[in-house]
Each structure stands twice: as structure tokens, then as C-alpha cells.
């Protein structure tokens, strides 16, 4: 079977070592498609030199049947199927190493968009011989580019997660370099009020622009982004641990002092971080999908003065309902969603004020939970206590993260 299909083959014309091989990728283990090509081709030679085979073309092995071994690169046609694409392997991997030699990284992967006629050439191929066990000649590019790449620079390829990815376009005939965006894990404390978590054009300063300072000086990329598990409104603290993913974008360096970055952050006295790690993308999604349940310290006043007796109908509260609140309707889709209200307990203040300590399911909205958002939420404490209740200060105190989830503890 691999005698006859690899001689339909050759007869077309010449065909490197590579692209013979690889037409048998998947039954001839333990080798190169190029190497595996060469052990075909000699094979052919030497059946050859005992029964020639029916075709005009003596050489069209490729060989130099006298000697029986391959013709030198002055001697052989250009490969009918990659135009002699796998000898020009060594020179893509040159300019790949001159334009890596600036950035500072420690995983590449190598991709590749193929031209038109080798897209056709390869086709038309496989319509005269099937693919059942072919492996595709930009598998093979790819690999064999990465091997190159990975002994001259001592770089390690990665197909997951990689810090940088080598891009060969054949149809442009061009090599470009594409810098993968910097990850990195942390959890974050916000000790002041009165900034976002994430960019926005109304405030000056925010979580992230803190966070993020540091890391763009030392790794010199081009712009950030912070993913987190939730946020706090602009007026509240965050006096629990909430984790995040930095993403920095067209990082030139990528080997950080992530202790000393820690230490000017903290230095700032308005957020502090811990646990700074490196990350990968998965675990953005990771984070954004977490969804735990928070304890609230809220700070509230009340329009009349209320008993300890009134407070305790507020145990009566365990699900509400609530439309978005007006104050974020303008950026949220206006729906109805349904919370729970896990704990609550109190002590009373004097001013007609109280400290309340509320455990929410995510996504309960505190402030709209005591005013009652005008019966956007119900019930809410207005409704039950039948007073205005206004919330003076709220502090996020713990994060409930589920066991399992992002580096919980």
C-alpha cells in the first residue's frame, strides 16, 4: 500500500523528503516526515534498481540511482507540493529569532496562515491519494518552524499559554511577532472611598490605575485591563481580600519584581494586594465566573426613631425582589432579579442610626435592600420598619469565596 501510493506520488514530479513523509504521518511512527520520506524514497530506489518502474522520468525518485542516495540541492527540482517551503525552514527561523531577540519571555507558539496555491497544491494531492493518513502540511510547518525556533533561542513552545506567538504568513510572504498580553493573579483591599474599582472618564484615579502603575513601568507594556470577582460601589471599602487577574497588553518584559511591586502598592495606603502571582487567561474566566456570596458592615439612619422590637421584624426579610436600581439603570439592562438575604443582625446607634451586618447572595443590591429604590426592591427595610432608611456608609468585610474556586482559602 505505502509502495504504491508513494510511487503515484512521485510520478507526478518531484516531491521533497517532507512532503513524501508526511503523507504517511500516521502509520510510520518514531520519525520525522522528513526522515520518513528518505526511508520511502529508498526503499523505491532499491525496487527500483531491480524492476524499474513504468514512467519516462529516470530521476523521479529524486534519486541518483548509481550511487543511491539523495541528489544534492543543485540537482533537485523545486518540490511540487511546497514549492520548497521545508528548505527555507532555517531562514524563517532566523528572522524570527532577530525580531524575538528585544522582548523578554520565556514560552512562544508558532502559527501559520498558508498561501492559496499551497492550500491547492496540497488538495489537489489529497483528492488523488485521500488523507486517511496524511497529517496537513501546516502541522508540520508549525512543528518544525518551533523546533528551529526552540534550538536557537532555548525557548520552550507552548500551545496553551504562550508569551509570545510567531506568526508566518505565506500569502504575504511575512513573519511577524505577536506579543501575548501579561497575567497576573492577585487580591486586592480598597481602604478609601470614593474610587471605581475600574476605569472610568468621571474619576480621576481607580483601583486599577493603583495596581496597575508599577506593572506598566517594569514591564513596559502598552495599555491594562483588570478583571475582578465582583466590585464595590465607588463609596464603599473593600476591607476583605477580592481576586483579580491584571492583564497587561504588549508586555516587553515579562519577568517582574513582584514582591517590591506588592510593596509600592501597599505603600499607597489606599489599596493593598497580596498573593501577586503569574496567571493566564483561563484564569480570567475563572475569576469572572465567581459569584460568592458577601457580608456587609452598613452604617444607616433612619427618618423616625426605632426600637429594638421594630428591627426584629426585619428578620422577616429572606427574599426580595429587585428591579435594577435607578442609580445603574443607565448601564444595566433593566430586569428583575430575585436574592436572597442569608444573615442579618444589628446594634443601634444613637442619632437614630444602627450597624447592620448583612450576609447577601451575590448580586443583592445593598443600598436599594434598606431605601427601597421607591419599590424598585420589596420589601425592603423602608417598607418593613414604614421609615426612609437612608445607608450612610457601607464596607464590604468579607467575601465568601466557595471552596475550590480561584485559590480560595
Same mark, same amino acid.
Request: proline fraction near 5%; glycine fraction near 6%.
Given at each position: 500500500? +505505502?509502495?504504491?501510493?508513494?510511487?503515484?506520488?512521485?510520478?507526478?514530479?518531484?516531491?521533497?523528503?517532507?512532503?513524501?513523509?508526511?503523507?504517511?504521518?500516521?502509520?510510520?511512527?518514531?520519525?520525522?516526515?522528513?526522515?520518513?520520506?528518505?526511508?520511502?524514497?529508498? @526503499? $523505491?530506489?532499491?525496487?527500483? @534498481?531491480?524492476?524499474?518502474?513504468?514512467?519516462?522520468?529516470?530521476?523521479?525518485?529524486?534519486?541518483? /540511482?548509481?550511487?543511491?542516495?539523495?541528489?544534492? %540541492?543543485?540537482?533537485?527540482?523545486?518540490?511540487?507540493?511546497?514549492?520548497?517551503?521545508? !528548505?527555507?525552514?532555517?531562514?524563517?527561523?532566523?528572522?524570527?529569532?532577530?525580531?524575538?531577540?528585544?522582548?523578554?519571555?520565556?514560552? /512562544? $507558539?508558532?502559527?501559520?496562515?498558508?498561501?492559496?496555491?499551497?492550500?491547492?497544491?496540497?488538495?489537489?494531492?489529497?483528492?488523488?491519494?485521500?488523507?486517511?493518513?496524511?497529517?496537513? =502540511?501546516?502541522?508540520?510547518?508549525?512543528?518544525? $518552524? *518551533?523546533?528551529?525556533?526552540?534550538?536557537?533561542?532555548?525557548?520552550?513552545?507552548?500551545?496553551?499559554?504562550?508569551?509570545?506567538?510567531?506568526?508566518? !504568513?505565506?500569502? %504575504?510572504?511575512?513573519?511577524?511577532?505577536?506579543?501575548?498580553?501579561?497575567?497576573?493573579?492577585?487580591?486586592?483591599?480598597?481602604?478609601?472611598?470614593?474610587?471605581?474599582?475600574?476605569?472610568?472618564?468621571?474619576?480621576?484615579?481607580?483601583?486599577? !490605575?493603583? +495596581?496597575?502603575?508599577?506593572?506598566?513601568?517594569?514591564?513596559?507594556?502598552?495599555?491594562?485591563?483588570?478583571?475582578?470577582?465582583?466590585?464595590?460601589?465607588?463609596?464603599?471599602?473593600?476591607?476583605?481580600? &477580592?481576586?483579580?487577574?491584571?492583564? +497587561?497588553?504588549?508586555?516587553?518584559?515579562?519577568?517582574?519584581?513582584?514582591?517590591? =511591586?506588592?510593596?509600592?502598592?501597599?505603600?499607597? %495606603?489606599?489599596?493593598?494586594?497580596?498573593?501577586?502571582?503569574?496567571?493566564?487567561?483561563?484564569?480570567?474566566?475563572?475569576?469572572?465566573?465567581?459569584?460568592?456570596?458577601?457580608?456587609?458592615?452598613?452604617?444607616?439612619?433612619?427618618?423616625?426613631?426605632?426600637?429594638?422590637?421594630? $428591627?426584629?421584624?426585619?428578620?422577616?426579610?429572606?427574599?426580595?425582589?429587585?428591579?435594577?436600581?435607578?442609580?445603574?439603570?443607565?448601564?444595566?439592562?433593566?430586569?428583575? &432579579?430575585?436574592?436572597?438575604?442569608?444573615?442579618?443582625?444589628?446594634?443601634?446607634?444613637?442619632?437614630?442610626?444602627?450597624?447592620? =451586618?448583612?450576609? *447577601?447572595?451575590?448580586?443583592?443590591?445593598?443600598?436599594?435592600?434598606?431605601?427601597?429604590?421607591?419599590?424598585?426592591?420589596?420589601?425592603?427595610?423602608?417598607?418593613?420598619?414604614?421609615?426612609?432608611?437612608?445607608?450612610?456608609?457601607?464596607?464590604?468585610?468579607?467575601?465568601?469565596?466557595?471552596? *475550590?474556586?480561584?485559590?480560595?482559602?
Amino acid at each position: 500500500m +505505502i509502495s504504491e501510493t508513494a510511487r503515484e506520488i512521485l510520478q507526478k514530479g518531484y516531491v521533497c523528503d517532507n512532503c513524501l513523509g508526511r503523507q504517511f504521518g500516521q502509520i510510520l511512527s518514531g520519525m520525522t516526515n522528513r526522515e520518513r520520506g528518505h526511508a520511502i524514497r529508498t @526503499a $523505491l530506489a532499491l525496487e527500483y @534498481a531491480v524492476k524499474p518502474f513504468p514512467t519516462e522520468k529516470s530521476n523521479f525518485l529524486g534519486f541518483n /540511482f548509481r550511487k543511491v542516495k539523495p541528489e544534492t %540541492k543543485k540537482e533537485k527540482e523545486q518540490c511540487k507540493i511546497c514549492g520548497g517551503l521545508f !528548505d527555507s525552514l532555517g531562514k524563517w527561523a532566523d528572522e524570527a529569532v532577530k525580531k524575538l531577540r528585544p522582548l523578554e519571555y520565556r514560552t /512562544f $507558539l508558532v502559527s501559520s496562515s498558508m498561501s492559496r496555491i499551497l492550500i491547492r497544491n496540497e488538495e489537489n494531492l489529497w483528492e488523488d491519494i485521500g488523507i486517511e493518513y496524511c497529517e496537513p =502540511m501546516k502541522s508540520e510547518l508549525n512543528r518544525e $518552524l *518551533g523546533k528551529l525556533v526552540a534550538e536557537k533561542t532555548g525557548k520552550n513552545p507552548d500551545e496553551k499559554s504562550p508569551d509570545i506567538t510567531i506568526m508566518l !504568513d505565506l500569502e %504575504k510572504n511575512l513573519l511577524s511577532v505577536n506579543v501575548n498580553p501579561l497575567f497576573i493573579y492577585g487580591r486586592y483591599q480598597k481602604l478609601v472611598r470614593g474610587i471605581p474599582q475600574t476605569k472610568w472618564e468621571m474619576y480621576k484615579e481607580t483601583v486599577e !490605575d493603583i +495596581i496597575a502603575k508599577p506593572f506598566m513601568r517594569e514591564s513596559e507594556g502598552k495599555a491594562h485591563s483588570m478583571h475582578a470577582a465582583g466590585r464595590e460601589d465607588i463609596d464603599a471599602r473593600c476591607l476583605d481580600w &477580592r481576586p483579580f487577574v491584571l492583564e +497587561i497588553e504588549s508586555p516587553r518584559k515579562r519577568i517582574l519584581p513582584l514582591r517590591k =511591586m506588592e510593596a509600592e502598592i501597599n505603600r499607597t %495606603k489606599k489599596v493593598k494586594v497580596s498573593e501577586l502571582s503569574y496567571s493566564d487567561r483561563k484564569e480570567v474566566v475563572t475569576v469572572k465566573s465567581l459569584m460568592p456570596d458577601k457580608t456587609y458592615r452598613v452604617l444607616a439612619s433612619f427618618g423616625k426613631p426605632v426600637t429594638e422590637s421594630e $428591627l426584629r421584624k426585619l428578620k422577616s426579610i429572606s427574599m426580595v425582589r429587585q428591579q435594577t436600581p435607578t442609580r445603574v439603570a443607565h448601564r444595566r439592562a433593566d430586569m428583575t &432579579r430575585a436574592k436572597k438575604v442569608k444573615s442579618l443582625s444589628w446594634r443601634i446607634l444613637p442619632k437614630n442610626r444602627a450597624e447592620f =451586618m448583612i450576609r *447577601g447572595e451575590a448580586g443583592l443590591y445593598i443600598k436599594e435592600l434598606l431605601s427601597g429604590d421607591n419599590g424598585r426592591t420589596r420589601p425592603s427595610f423602608s417598607s418593613v420598619l414604614e421609615t426612609p432608611v437612608r445607608t450612610e456608609e457601607l464596607d464590604v468585610v468579607k467575601i465568601h469565596l466557595p471552596a *475550590g474556586s480561584s485559590r480560595a482559602k
